[in-house]
């Protein structure tokens, strides 16, 4: 079973540009979430998408946005790149609406840099 | 708000021996998930184990174990019998559903060391 990807892994950017970046969640998992992780720094969560809709996001400015298609794949748009969104972003699925016990699985992520 | 700490920025270990990686968290939902992932150099984020809040026993998956203890609001990792591979940085994460809601939570991160 193919696990979570992502795409692309590198992504450099200059300030003010905009980033787009995809997730393909595991088959059959209706969840994805995306988080930020700066260097040295823990997981900062981002959005939470759930059957096409966004169920919830983290504390970020509007200019972090996405969107889940009917295949329950995602989208991560960052406008107005800043220095500070260089991170690695990682998506990550699961099987639930956010019940605890319910595993998270991570993609590769993609590293994301602001020049 | 939920809360995970990880007060142990680093930790070394000798090969082949035991090591406890430090979580404590903090919530009021009484229904909660708590995980314990590793993240290799190569930065993708591996789920190791995983103990319910309504849990009776401390959840083990080979050479990893949890050692939950609600009271103290602390889910600490054991690691037994440490191999090379283990070294890598250690997330404790919190999932807590409230109030429709939902938020992940995760802790700063431990970086173990083994040593050959």
């Known amino acids: 079973e193919a696990g979570v990807t992502q795409s692309p892994t590198h992504l450099i950017k200059t300030r003010g540009q905009q980033a787009t970046l995809r997730c393909s969640p595991i088959s059959g998992h209706t969840s994805v979430y995306w988080y930020q992780q700066a260097l040295g720094l823990g997981l900062q969560f981002l959005l939470w998408y759930d059957e096409g809709e966004e169920r919830n996001r983290g504390n970020f400015p509007p200019r972090f946005s996405g969107r889940q298609f009917p295949n329950y794949s995602s989208e991560l748009n960052v406008n107005a790149l800043e220095l500070e969104d260089s991170a690695l972003y990682l998506c990550?699925?699961?099987?639930?609406?956010?019940?605890?016990?319910?595993?998270?699985?991570f993609g590769p992520g993609t590293r994301l840099t602001v020049l | 708000a939920q809360k995970i700490t990880q007060t142990q920025p680093g930790m070394f270990v000798q090969e082949k021996e035991a090591v406890t990686l430090d979580c404590t968290y903090d919530?009021?939902?009484?229904?909660?998930?708590l995980f314990w992932y590793k993240q290799p150099s190569s930065g993708e984020m591996i789920f190791l184990i995983y103990?319910?809040?309504?849990?009776?026993q401390n959840a083990t998956e080979g050479r990893y174990s949890l050692n939950f203890q609600k009271a103290r609001k602390s889910a600490n990792l054991v690691i037994s019998a440490s191999q090379l591979g283990d070294s890598a940085m250690y997330f404790c994460?919190?999932?807590?559903?409230?109030?429709?809601?939902?938020?992940?939570?995760f802790g700063r991160g431990t970086s173990l060391i083994v040593h050959p």
């Open positions: 994460a919190m999932r807590v559903t409230s109030g429709g809601s939902y938020i992940p939570t």
């Open positions: 990550a699925s699961s099987l639930d609406r956010g019940r605890p016990g319910r595993t998270q699985y």
């Open positions: 919530t009021s939902d009484p229904s909660y998930g």
């Open positions: 103990q319910g809040s309504y849990d009776q």
